[in-house]
């Protein structure tokens, strides 16, 4: 699967533009096709009580909350997936849950069953953006991450796969100079998302 456009509202829907329950599909409004959405947001803190329970802002910076329905407070080992305060959390086909009360926000609820598709990507959600589109820039055939050759043969980078090296040298720079030691990790976060062939 190609990566998906960050920067389109529509693949990556704010908070307040998530469908409801009710709604027909946002990417395909006729209900005709299956195209995914996501909901990209940065984790600010886990505010678990009696389920588990993370409060994250927006690509438009608007606090909400993410619950895990039908799940104890323990049901969910949130820091060992990676939903800790400071990453991403990625809900595919995420709806969000009207408030009942006109003057309070509404909330996006995880059902049990798909708990498990709920994913995080370790970095803030500049950066995550920045990398994604940094990635669908160069293809998925780049050529070196280093000094830009497409000649010979190319290795990936073993951490990610999403990177290619002509040689231990650039390969080497890439990581400290070229700044793929921070990039690396979230990299591979996104290409175990999306994939990118
Ligand atoms: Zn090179
Ligand atoms: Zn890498």
Redesign the pocket.
């Given at each position: 699967m190609p990566l998906p456009p960050f920067t389109s509202p529509t693949a990556f829907p704010t908070f307040a533009t998530l469908p409801t329950p009710q709604d027909p599909d946002p990417t395909s409004p006729d209900g005709g096709g299956d195209e995914p959405w996501y909901l990209l947001a940065e984790i600010k803190d886990d505010m678990t009580i009696t389920k588990p329970t993370l409060v994250c802002l927006d690509r438009a910076g608007s606090p909400f909350a993410l619950v895990f329905d039908g799940l104890e407070r323990d049901g969910l080992d949130l820091k060992a997936l990676g939903l800790r305060k400071g990453a991403c959390v990625v809900v595919p086909r995420a709806r969000r849950t009207p408030p009942k009360d006109a003057s309070k926000r509404g909330f996006v609820s995880v059902a049990r069953g798909t708990a498990a598709e709920v994913r995080a990507v370790p970095a803030p959600l500049r950066t995550v953006v920045e990398v994604a589109e940094g990635l669908r820039a160069q293809g998925p055939q780049p050529g070196c991450a280093g000094c830009g050759s497409a000649e010979g043969a190319l290795a990936r980078?073993t951490?990610?796969g999403?990177?290619r090296y002509c040689s231990k040298a650039c390969q080497v720079k890439g990581w400290s100079e070229g700044g793929?030691k921070g990039d690396?990790k979230v990299?591979?976060a996104i290409r175990g998302i999306w994939g990118d062939e």
């Open positions: 980078c951490g990610c999403g990177v793929h690396c990299i591979k």
